[in-house]
């Protein structure tokens, strides 16, 4: 089934661009390879972004590129180094995601695990998030945008049901008490500009173990 | 007459690309103000690829390297790559052009999309090791040889987008060129405009629906 939640088309354009961080890159990249419909908005701005690249002022190149180029035009090729996806019921994440999921998740409090894939820079974060089944998460806020994406499971956030591949942005304007579905865990694929800011003492309470 | 020729050709071709399926020439349309770049640019463009794909043409390498590595240059810059990092991540674009020549699929990108592409994807890799693999990751996968109707289409293609674009508002246009090649996020555009933030994404919103009513791509 295709995701029914989005990306802004603001931050497909972003992605399309190239200007994104790479946390945020990476969360939007699974979401895209999920969901039809984004990939068409994706390719309809790189055609853009093509057209607009022949509009560039262009920038000389060093002198002697051009040959320096033709030269390393019959190099052999390096092998790709990465080995092939494994993902049987996951939404499309790179191994090293699950990689890091597998050696760095710990424990932060019953039921919930983190496991950290990049850190920086500043304070932003990307990480693995998983909550047990029926679990509410705190009721917290968010400081600049939390791009997240449903992996496995789902959660009821204010209304609406989160199933694999749905992606939210949540930023300032959000106070929310996420929720898992009974059903099962949930796997969840985050990227915050700054750590969430919880709104209640159970919140307060927990977020220096949990550490996001 | 050649070009004529193949003018007409595009139109009948049976394999138009997706994105811009069901576009009618728009003869009134704004031509094209940019006086440095043929309309047949495009074409051309797609060409150059598939006699470096199909002959190993390196003349035809050097044509593009001469167009592209300069643009590629800018937009790395505008990015924020320092200018030596920018210089190599061109050279390295253009050398990815030379490699995977080969996987150029006419039907599915211009050759402009397809360098931009590129490009971008480099720029993700400096930013970190692992880049995810995209699902449908079009550099990868040998695309056959391109006949020479496609690359005329991916042309034809190209130009329609690029009058599409010409007949944004200037205000929607701003906004695109903006959140592609200014090198600055949403908040700092909204800024330099003068507009709240939400308006300069709704504005971006509705700039790239008008492309897409204009190209039909209402899948």
Known sequence: MSPTQHPAEATLVDYAAGTCDAGRTLVIAAHVAACPACRQAVRLAEAVGGVLLGDLEPTPMGAGALDAVLARLDDPLRPDPRPPAQRPDWIAVPPPVLEAARRRKRWAAPGVWVAPITRGPGRRSSYLLRVGAGMAMPRHTHQGVETILVLKGAYEDRGVLYGPGDLAENDETVDHRPQVTREGECVCLVNAEAPLTPLDWVGRLFQPFVGI | ?219
């Open chain 2, 1 to 219: 007459m050649n070009a004529i020729a193949c003018d007409i050709d595009a139109w009948n071709a049976p394999h138009r690309p997706r994105l811009l399926r069901g576009v009618r020439p728009q003869p009134r349309a704004k031509v094209n103000p940019r006086k440095d770049i043929a309309p047949a640019s495009g074409v051309r463009h797609a060409e150059l690829i598939a006699a470096v794909s199909e002959r190993a043409d390196r003349d035809a390498f050097a044509e593009l390297f001469e167009h592209f590595a300069p643009r590629v240059k800018s937009y790395m810059l505008r990015l924020g790559a320092a200018p030596e990092a920018a210089e190599e991540l061109a050279q390295e674009a253009l050398l990815t052009v030379w490699r995977k020549a080969a996987s150029f699929d006419p039907s599915r990108a211009a050759a402009s999309t397809w360098i931009f592409t590129i490009a971008r994807n480099l720029h993700i890799d400096a930013l970190r090791r692992t880049r995810p693999p995209p699902a449908e990751d079009p550099a990868d996968t040998p695309a056959g040889p391109a006949t020479p109707d496609a690359l005329v289409a991916a042309g034809q293609d190209e130009a329609r987008l690029r009058q599409a674009i010409a007949t944004l508002s200037h205000e929607q246009a701003e906004v695109i060129r903006l959140s592609f090649y200014a090198d600055q996020p949403h908040a700092e555009i909204a800024v330099a405009l003068g507009l709240p933030l939400g308006t300069v994404k709704s504005r971006l919103r509705l700039a790239m629906g008008r492309l897409r009513t204009l190209l039909g791509d209402q899948a």
